[in-house]
C-alpha cells in the first residue's frame, strides 16, 4: 500500500512540480523574459511552479486542455503501464512524446513568430526536455511501486 502512495506521489506531485519548473526555466531563458517573470505575484509564480498556470500566459480565447490535467493524466498512465509491466512501455511512451511534438509544432513556431526569435528549435527542445522530465518521473513512480520493499 505504501509503495502506491509514495510511487504515485512521486509520479504525480514531484513530476508535476519539476517537470513545471524546468519549463518556467527553460521558457524563460528562451524567450528572454526575466523582467516580466519577476513582476508576476507570489500567487501567480506559485500556480507557474506547480503546473496550474502556463508560463508564458496562453491566449484566452484559445480552448485548449490545460497542462495541469494532461501531465498528470499521462503520468497516471505511463506509471500504471510500468508497473504492470506492458511490454512496449519505452515505445509507448516515444510515440505518446512524439504525437504530443507533432500536434503542437504550429503553436511552437507562432510563439517563435510573437518573441522573434527566428526558429522554433529552441522551443521544441524545452518540449522535448518538458515531455521527458514528465516521462521520467512515471517511470520513477512505477518503480517505486513495482519494486519498493515497503
Known sequence: MWNWIVGLGVSLAVG????ASLLIFLRRYVEQRHQEFRQFS??????LFVGLD???????SEKNVPAWVTGPV???FFTTVIVYEVSGAAIAMVAWITLKMLSSRKYREERA??????SALPFEY?????N????????VGGLIIL???F
Open 16 to 19: 508535476q512540480v519539476a517537470t
Open 42 to 47: 507570489k500567487t501567480r509564480k506559485l500556480r
Open 54 to 60: 502556463s508560463y508564458p500566459p496562453v491566449d484566452v
Open 74 to 76: 499521462e503520468r497516471l
Open 113 to 118: 513568430k510573437s518573441v522573434g526569435i527566428g
Open 126 to 130: 524545452a518540449g522535448l526536455l518538458g
Open 132 to 139: 521527458l522530465s514528465s516521462m521520467f518521473f512515471a517511470l
Open 147 to 149: 519494486k519498493a520493499p
